[in-house]
T-cell receptor
Framework: GAVVSQHPSRVICKSGTSVKIECRSL??????MFWYRQFPKQSLMLMAT?????????EQGVEKDKFLINHASLTLSTLTVTSAHPEDSSFYIC????????????FGQGTRLTVV | GQNIDQPTEMTATEGAIVQINCTYQ??????LFWYQQHAGEAPTFLSY????GLEEKGRFSSFLSRSKGYSYLLLKELQMKDSASYLC??????????FGAGTTVTVRA
């Protein structure tokens, strides 16, 4: 099946710094990728939809200036958490769909972000 | 936004059957997914339904009724490794995937 690779799997950063998370579709072209955040014992909450070559669409309540999304190619989307604070500590997961086959949405491995 | 409801927790015995129900209300519908998620890991795809009826995949089956906004995931011959959170997710008319809160299934020996 299709593979989505997310990197890094874990990152610890100091408060006030920025962290970049990469999401790559390894064997298919993903015109659309989705970024989710999951707090402990809660479900995945959609943050934004990343479209190749255009601006991301953010869900209500998600600060677009804080969570910068770039989808520069059909196989790579990045999420940058800017000026991170401890409350940004969470599990961030990306997913991608292949427009030729909408029967699955493939997830990356997730990134555990801890801001200290 | 979307409204997706599923039970919080279920407990069953090894070898038994458990059915996890999911009801939803969405603007547009482009498929319903079930995922399994172990603690600290990303979700793993289990099943996809877009037409009414039952989809069977080994020990796991998923059912959909679009008119009722209802789905269930059936886990048969439960094994200890099936202890996990099971997420119901619906893809809406904009192809965005929204998740339910998840059902934690505990399998006891």
């Amino acid at each position: 099946g299709a593979v989505v690779s997310q990197h890094p799997s874990r990152v610890i950063c100091k408060s006030g710094t920025s962290v970049k998370i990469e999401c790559r579709s390894l064997d298919f072209q993903a015109t659309t990728m989705f970024w989710y955040r999951q707090f402990p014992k809660q479900s995945l909450m959609l943050m934004a939809t990343s479209n190749e070559g255009s601006k991301a669409t953010y869900e209500q309540g998600v600060e677009k200036d804080k969570f910068l999304i770039n989808h520069a190619s059909l196989t790579l989307s990045t999420l940058t958490v800017t000026s991170a604070h401890p409350e940004d500590s969470s599990f961030y997961i990306c997913s991608a769909s292949n427009v030729d086959s909408w029967t699955e949405a493939f997830f990356g491995q997730g990134t555990r972000l801890t801001v200290v | 936004g979307q409204n997706i409801d599923q039970p919080t927790e279920m407990t069953a015995t090894e070898g038994a059957i458990v059915q996890i129900n999911c009801t939803y209300q969405t603007s547009g519908f482009n498929g319903l997914f079930w995922y399994q998620q172990h603690a600290g890991e990303a979700p793993t795809f289990l099943s996809y339904n877009v037409l009414d009826g039952l989809e069977e995949k080994g020990r796991f089956s998923s059912f959909l009724s679009r008119s009722k906004g209802y789905s269930y995931l059936l886990l048969k011959e439960l094994q200890m490794k099936d202890s996990a959170s099971y997420l119901c997710a619906v893809r809406d008319g904009d192809y965005k995937l929204s998740f339910g809160a998840g059902t934690t299934v505990t399998v006891r020996a």
